[in-house]
C-alpha cells in the first residue's frame, strides 16, 4: 500500500478565512512534505518534517502553517491567504534518515485551493 | 547546482507510436533519478525510479536508464495508448547534508495521444 491520502480535495476560501489541510499515510514513513504546484508547472517543495519534526522551511510565507500531530498525520493551517496563493497542495511521504530506503517519496492526489 | 532538462512539449502522438522524452541531470554526487506522472485533475504517481549508474527502471512498459556518462535518462515505450496522455515530470532526489531527501523537478513534458 503505497497511499498518500489528502482532504478535502477541493477547498475555496476567502482572503480572511482559516481553514486546514489534511494529510495521512500509513506506510510508516517518518518524512512528511508539503509542495505547492501552480498549473503548468513541477511541484515546488514547501516543508518538509522528519520524524514529526519541522526539518526543512522553504522560506514559506507565515500565512501558511504547517503541523505534524504525530507519525501518519500532517496538516497545512492556511489564514489570510492571496488569491496568488491558489494552486494545487501536494502531500507526500516517504522513509526518513535511519529507516533504510529513503530515496522514493510518494505522493497524494493533492488539494485543489481557491482563494477569492 | 543540481538541476534537470527535460524537452519541451507538447508531444503530441498517434496511439501505438513510439515515445522518448529527453531528460538530462546535473549533480553532485550519485543521485537517484525518477519519472513522475500526472494525469488531469490528479497528483503524481511514481512510474519508475533508478538509484545506480546502468540501472534501467520499468513500469507500465516505461523504460528509462540511468547513464551517469551522459547524465541523462530519457523515458521511453514502445507503443503509447490514450491513456497515456498525461503530464511526466523527470527528477532528481537531492539529499540534505544525508539526513533527508528532496526531489528536483524537470519543467515536465505534456504528452497528448489521439486514437
Known amino acids: 500500500d503505497t497511499e498518500v491520502t489528502q482532504t478535502p480535495k477541493h477547498l475555496v476560501m476567502g482572503m480572511t478565512n482559516k481553514k486546514s489541510l489534511k494529510c495521512e499515510q500509513h506506510m510508516g514513513h517518518r518524512a512528511m512534505y508539503w509542495y505547492k504546484q501552480k498549473a503548468k508547472k513541477p511541484p515546488e517543495l514547501m516543508f518538509v518534517?522528519?520524524?514529526?519534526?519541522?526539518?526543512i522551511n522553504e522560506s514559506v510565507p507565515s500565512r501558511f502553517s504547517p503541523e505534524c500531530p504525530n507519525s501518519s498525520l500532517l496538516n497545512l493551517h492556511l489564514h489570510a491567504l492571496q488569491p496568488e496563493d491558489s494552486a494545487l497542495y501536494l502531500c507526500?511521504?516517504?522513509?526518513?534518515?535511519?529507516?533504510?530506503?529513503?530515496?522514493?517519496?510518494?505522493f497524494g492526489e493533492g488539494s485543489w485551493l481557491t482563494v477569492v | 547546482g543540481n538541476s534537470v532538462t527535460q524537452m519541451e512539449g507538447p508531444v503530441t502522438l498517434s496511439e501505438e507510436a513510439f515515445l522518448t522524452i529527453n531528460c538530462t541531470y546535473t549533480a553532485t554526487g550519485y543521485p537517484s533519478l525518477f519519472w513522475y506522472v500526472q494525469y488531469p485533475g490528479e497528483g503524481l504517481q511514481l512510474l519508475l525510479k533508478a538509484t545506480k549508474a546502468d540501472d534501467k527502471g520499468s513500469n507500465k512498459g516505461f523504460e528509462a536508464t540511468y547513464r551517469k556518462e551522459t547524465t541523462s535518462f530519457h523515458l521511453e515505450k514502445g507503443s503509447v495508448q490514450v491513456s497515456d496522455s498525461a503530464v511526466y515530470f523527470c527528477a532528481l532526489m537531492r539529499n540534505y547534508g544525508g539526513s533527508q531527501g528532496n526531489l528536483i523537478f524537470g519543467k515536465g513534458t505534456k504528452l497528448s495521444v489521439k486514437p
Open positions: 507526500a511521504s516517504s522513509q526518513a534518515a535511519g529507516q533504510g530506503n529513503l530515496n522514493t517519496i510518494y
Open positions: 518534517y522528519s520524524y514529526e519534526k519541522l526539518s
